[in-house]
């Protein structure tokens, strides 16, 4: 009895994950299930769950974020008068805020991706589709999906919009404009929950070994980590 090539070839074929699979196992098996997103990249679903809960938890802060910017400009010792004037733009932040979110999450996906393809392809030698990177980079933020389900409740009951699983946490207000506060906060435990899961992902792409997929990432995270709390402390 004798089997057709394509008979073979489906038997051995390992089936693609569903999405709710693919979902549940960023969290608890995040090197086997992106070992099959590498294999059959898709970005939409993920990319939008992300933005669409940030944006939305962004909305739910809009009167952390508006009170913080009043709490600002009294710190710059601005007139009353000024601050009342500024308030229809405070306002107009709660709307603002979860836009700019909604637009400019897909925009750092495509950002982190063509990083990781420069790094990735240029400088380390590998070679994978942006596509693979992008779906990579896409279901990887799934862990800030948890971060923020977990962060907004606590930061709308401090009132503040400092991640309560970072460093940063630990200063007090009247430290949170130095660089070393700035830096720290960038340390978070989903951020790097997240850097490690991206790193699965970028070993699977590439087929490099988890401890050189890991080091890439881990550094190229370290870069922008330090390029944010210099920005942040200059403002």
Same mark, same amino acid.
């Given at each position: ?5 394509? =008979?073979?070839?489906?038997?051995? @074929? ?13 969290? /608890?098996s ?13 970005w ?9 809960? =940030? ?10 974020? /508006?009170q ?11 007139p %009353?008068? @000024?601050?009342?004037q500024? *308030? ?5 932040? $709660? ?7 909604l637009i ?6 495509? !950002?982190f991706?063509?990083?990781g ?10 070679e ?5 990177l ?6 990887? $933020? ?19 919009? %400092? ?10 207000? %009247? ?10 906060? @960038? ?6 929950w ?6 699965f ?8 070994? =988890?401890?050189?997929? *890991? =080091?890439? !990432? ?18």
């Amino acid at each position: 009895m004798s089997f057709s090539n394509e =008979t073979v070839g489906a038997a051995v @074929q390992p089936q693609s994950k569903g999405v709710l699979e693919r979902i549940i196992g960023i969290f /608890v098996s995040p090197a086997e299930t992106l070992r099959d997103i590498a294999a059959r990249p898709s970005w939409l679903l993920p990319l939008l769950l992300v933005a669409v809960i =940030t944006a939305g938890g962004t909305y739910f802060l809009k009167d952390v974020i /508006v009170q913080q910017e009043i709490e600002k400009m009294e710190k710059k010792n601005m007139p %009353e008068e @000024q601050i009342k004037q500024a *308030m229809p733009f405070m306002d107009m932040m $709660g709307i603002i805020a979860p836009v700019s979110t909604l637009i400019f999450t897909p925009i750092m996906f495509l !950002v982190f991706a063509g990083v990781g393809m420069f790094v990735g392809n240029v400088i380390m030698g590998g070679e994978t589709k942006f596509s693979t990177l992008f779906s990579i980079v896409s279901w990887s $933020g799934m862990i800030t999906v948890l971060s923020y389900l977990i962060n907004i409740p606590v930061m709308a009951d401090r009132q503040t919009m %400092e991640s309560a699983t970072s460093l940063g946490s630990f200063f007090a207000a %009247e430290e949170n404009k130095t660089f070393f506060h700035h830096l720290l906060s @960038q340390v978070d435990l989903f951020a790097i929950w997240w850097v490690a899961v991206l790193g699965f992902g970028v070993a699977a792409a590439y087929k490099f070994s =988890t401890r050189k997929a *890991m =080091t890439m !990432v881990f550094v190229v995270w370290a870069i922008f980590a330090l390029g944010a709390a210099v920005f942040k402390s200059m403002f």
